[in-house]
């Protein structure tokens, strides 16, 4: 029996940063996958990030993972959405070669120290009193293990749809995982089914490109990781085709034949992403609507006809498809397939993403009900974090909701569970005017370096940015200007609307009409700053108003964070507590008050009686503590 200190069984996308965190944290690792050359494939769209999306990848890099990193190497274009609107609503996001990122992905891993990888099928989950002790795997080997995450992707059960024909596997031309989905349930884990689907790919050569919309990436393209340097990549357009009233009634007429409408399908699929018959369906008012054509390459020999999900038959595909404009003689080279598997619901799981019920096994990707990459990835880098966290007896990193779009999509799978899969929106963080792209390298970075997966040269870049824009903010708040004839002349050179009272700098930089070229020519400190400072000083000036508000909401919310539940606290007998209050706290066990407090039916009433029997219960155990002592 081989020893490792944690094992990761699936190579996508969470078991990268899983198996990566904990690797270079410092402990033996195992990486147990079913296909090698797999490693980081791109299962749906060749793309990462998007809006909020791009939020996530943002927030591992800061915290040292590899999704950032590995899409500037292998990006084709890059976008910013949303950029007309405020900064904290928008979302980078990148098409991404997908051949390449796997081969970049897998060299990663196999260059890692501390960090094995075998090509196995998990079968069987080891434990002993309600803790890992290990796997088993189809070739009858047995790996002991103090820790087990789990990142098996659509693989628990996998069952593919198109038309009538139903296939057992994970991904087209890979075997689904059977067995260690009985494991699982059979350890107690409340499990359910849910459905995701994917779009057909095109041969290029085949497509009539001039008569679709192109679409480039931006002029001067940024990197999604704040380790990436030299950053000039090659980019290549997408196109937009529209579906028209031909390919509703192909699909319209093939309704009897569609998975999703005849029963075969059991699972629930993504309410924000519903395949194009589901759209013709709902949305039967509508007479077009958009399809994405994404390169999969740099060299653009296939497309993803992103907006086109579908498991309708094979020859439902090619006609559907050959009604829109400019795919009149598209040949379709991978057709597109729904495809169900089994997930963990998420309220089985700590914030931690460690289960409630078996001690050391972590869960992390679209095994606890989330659809998407960078959903997966952030989850992945979590538990890895946290799994070499408790074998170190450390207390888990638990973001919190004001600190990252990570706590908000965590705490919001643990408290709340779901019942489609999951995917993250701007709108579900309520301090997302503090939890911007721009600045996730400020709100974690500490946390990454501390872990030991930021290096000392990336936190001192970190810590530069944070010293400038202290600065910088002193400057422009404690500087007024008068409308003297000096300070109107130089109002003037800078195209800015002059002043008839006195006025603090910060409120001339937080004008819409500030830039940051002005913003340099303003004091000589500011002449030679690197553009992200100005960046934050600029958003800090602009957004002041606002950002204070929420910075004042969270210090209200924070006297409750601080009180944690103490393990061991039982909220059975508590006068005042509805039996229904308390099912809910013993089901998802919330580890402070405030995460009390978000669960649904959680009454303000509910916590202000909790917060005085947990009160009560610590002074009873610091008391039997001074006891024992003497």
């Given at each position: 029996?081989?020893?490792?200190?944690?094992?990761?069984?699936?190579?996508?996308?969470?078991?990268?940063?899983?198996?990566?965190?904990?690797?270079?944290?410092?402990?033996?690792?195992?990486?147990?996958?079913?296909?090698?050359?797999?490693?980081?494939?791109?299962?749906?769209?060749?793309?990462?990030?998007?809006?909020?999306?791009?939020?996530?990848?943002?927030?591992?890099?800061?915290?040292?993972?590899?999704?950032?990193?590995?899409?500037?190497?292998?990006?084709?274009?890059?976008?910013?959405?949303?950029?007309?609107?405020?900064?904290?609503?928008?979302?980078?996001?990148?098409?991404?070669?997908?051949?390449?990122?796997?081969?970049?992905?897998?060299?990663?891993?196999?260059?890692?120290?501390?960090?094995?990888?075998?090509?196995?099928?998990?079968?069987?989950?080891?434990?002993?009193n309600g803790e890992i002790t290990g796997v088993k795997t189809h070739l009858d080997n047995t790996y002991h293990a103090k820790?087990?995450?789990?990142?098996?992707?659509?693989?628990?059960?996998?069952?593919?749809?198109?038309?009538?024909?139903?296939?057992?596997?994970?991904?087209?031309?890979?075997?689904?995982?059977?067995?260690?989905?009985?494991?699982?349930?059979?350890?107690?884990?409340?499990?359910?089914?849910?459905?995701?689907?994917?779009?057909?790919?095109?041969?290029?050569?085949?497509?009539?490109?001039?008569?679709?919309?192109?679409?480039?990436?931006?002029?001067?393209?940024?990197?999604?990781?704040?380790?990436?340097?030299?950053?000039?990549?090659?980019?290549?357009?997408?196109?937009?085709?529209?579906?028209?009233?031909?390919?509703?009634?192909?699909?319209?007429?093939?309704?009897?034949?569609?998975?999703?409408?005849?029963?075969?399908?059991?699972?629930?699929?993504?309410?924000?992403?519903p395949s194009i018959e589901d759209k013709i369906n709902r949305f039967a008012d509508k007479e077009r609507h958009h399809l994405?054509?994404?390169?999969?390459?740099?060299?653009?020999?296939?497309?993803?006809?992103?907006?086109?999900?579908?498991?309708?038959?094979?020859?439902?595909?090619?006609?559907?498809?050959?009604?829109?404009?400019?795919?009149?003689?598209?040949?379709?080279?991978?057709?597109?397939?729904?495809?169900?598997?089994?997930?963990?619901?998420?309220?089985?799981?700590?914030?931690?993403?460690?289960?409630?019920?078996?001690?050391?096994?972590?869960?992390?990707?679209?095994?606890?009900?989330?659809?998407?990459?960078?959903?997966?990835?952030?989850?992945?880098?979590?538990?890895?974090?946290?799994?070499?966290?408790?074998?170190?007896?450390?207390?888990?990193?638990?973001?919190?909701?004001?600190?990252?779009?990570?706590?908000?999509?965590?705490?919001?799978?643990?408290?709340?569970?779901?019942?489609?899969?999951?995917?993250?929106?701007?709108?579900?963080?309520?301090?997302?005017?503090?939890?911007?792209?721009?600045?996730?390298?400020?709100?974690?970075?500490?946390?990454?370096?501390?872990?030991?997966?930021?290096?000392?040269?990336?936190?001192?870049?970190?810590?530069?940015?944070?010293?400038?824009?202290?600065?910088?903010?002193?400057?422009?708040?404690?500087?007024?200007?008068?409308?003297?004839?000096?300070?109107?002349?130089?109002?003037?050179?800078?195209?800015?609307?002059?002043?008839?009272?006195?006025?603090?700098?910060?409120?001339?930089v937080a004008r819409k009409s500030f830039n940051e070229e002005k913003l340099r020519k303003l004091d000589e400190f500011f002449?030679?700053?690197?553009?992200?400072?100005?960046?934050?000083?600029?958003?800090?000036?602009?957004?002041?108003?606002?950002?204070?508000?929420?910075?004042?909401?969270?210090?209200?919310?924070?006297?409750?964070?601080?009180?944690?539940?103490?393990?061991?606290?039982?909220?059975?007998?508590?006068?005042?507590?509805?039996?229904?209050?308390?099912?809910?706290?013993?089901?998802?066990?919330?580890?402070?008050?405030?995460?009390?407090?978000?669960?649904?039916?959680?009454?303000?009433?509910?916590?202000?009686?909790?917060?005085?029997?947990?009160?009560?219960?610590?002074?009873?155990?610091?008391?039997?503590?001074?006891?024992?002592?003497?």
């Open positions: 029996m081989d020893n490792y200190d944690v094992v990761v069984i699936g190579g996508g996308h969470a078991g990268i940063e899983a198996c990566t965190a904990a690797a270079k944290m410092g402990k033996k690792t195992l990486l147990i996958t079913i296909l090698a050359e797999q490693i980081g494939a791109a299962s749906c769209n060749p793309a990462i990030g998007g809006l909020a999306k791009g939020h996530l990848v943002k927030e591992i890099d800061a915290l040292g993972g590899a999704m950032g990193l590995a899409t500037d190497a292998t990006g084709i274009q890059f976008r910013v959405l949303n950029e007309s609107k405020g900064p904290a609503v928008r979302g980078s996001r990148a098409q991404i070669d997908m051949d390449r990122y796997r081969v970049y992905m897998r060299n990663l891993l196999l260059n890692t120290p501390n960090l094995e990888i075998s090509q196995e099928i998990a079968t069987e989950i080891l434990t002993q820790k087990l995450i789990i990142t098996t992707g659509t693989f628990l059960n996998g069952l593919i749809h198109v038309g009538f024909n139903k296939l057992e596997a994970g991904r087209v031309g890979e075997l689904s995982s059977t067995n260690l989905s009985s494991s699982l349930a059979g350890l107690g884990l409340k499990m359910g089914r849910l459905k995701t689907g994917t779009c057909p790919r095109i041969d290029a050569k085949t497509i009539d490109f001039s008569v679709l919309e192109k679409q480039g990436g931006d002029e001067n393209p940024k990197p999604f990781s704040f380790r990436t340097e030299n950053f000039n990549p090659t980019q290549l357009p997408c196109y937009i085709a529209y579906t028209n009233d031909i390919t509703h009634e192909t699909i319209r007429s093939n309704f009897d034949k569609a998975p999703l409408f005849t029963g075969q399908i059991e699972g629930v699929g993504p309410r924000y992403c994405f054509i994404e390169p999969q390459t740099l060299e653009a020999t296939e497309y993803y006809i992103n907006g086109f999900s579908t498991s309708l038959p094979y020859e439902v595909q090619v006609k559907m498809l050959r009604s829109v404009k400019g795919f009149e003689k598209a040949r379709i080279v991978r057709h597109g397939y729904a495809i169900e598997y089994d997930y963990v619901e998420p309220t089985e799981l700590k914030h931690s993403l460690e289960t409630k019920k078996i001690k050391g096994l972590y869960l992390a990707g679209q095994i606890n009900g989330t659809t998407g990459y960078e959903e997966a990835g952030a989850q992945g880098l979590m538990a890895g974090i946290n799994a070499v966290l408790s074998l170190e007896e450390k207390e888990p990193l638990v973001l919190r909701r004001d600190e990252a779009y990570i706590g908000v999509m965590i705490d919001d799978l643990v408290t709340k569970g779901t019942k489609e899969p999951y995917r993250m929106f701007t709108s579900r963080a309520e301090y997302r005017l503090l939890l911007r792209e721009d600045n996730a390298i400020l709100r974690l970075g500490s946390y990454g370096r501390e872990l030991g997966l930021i290096d000392a040269k990336t936190y001192e870049k970190i810590e530069s940015i944070r010293a400038n824009l202290a600065k910088g903010l002193e400057i422009l708040e404690s500087r007024e200007l008068t409308p003297s004839k000096e300070n109107l002349a130089m109002l003037a050179s800078l195209n800015e609307d002059i002043i008839s009272e006195k006025i603090t700098l910060q409120k001339i002449e030679i700053l690197d553009e992200a400072s100005l960046e934050q000083i600029l958003i800090e000036c602009k957004y002041k108003h606002y950002i204070n508000e929420q910075k004042n909401q969270i210090d209200k919310m924070k006297d409750m964070m601080s009180v944690k539940i103490p393990e061991g606290f039982s909220f059975r007998g508590i006068s005042g507590l509805s039996n229904e209050v308390v099912e809910k706290l013993e089901k998802f066990a919330p580890p402070t008050l405030f995460a009390a407090s978000e669960i649904s039916g959680i009454t303000p009433a509910a916590i202000d009686i909790l917060h005085i029997y947990i009160k009560q219960f610590c002074q009873s155990q610091n008391k039997m503590r001074i006891g024992n002592k003497n």
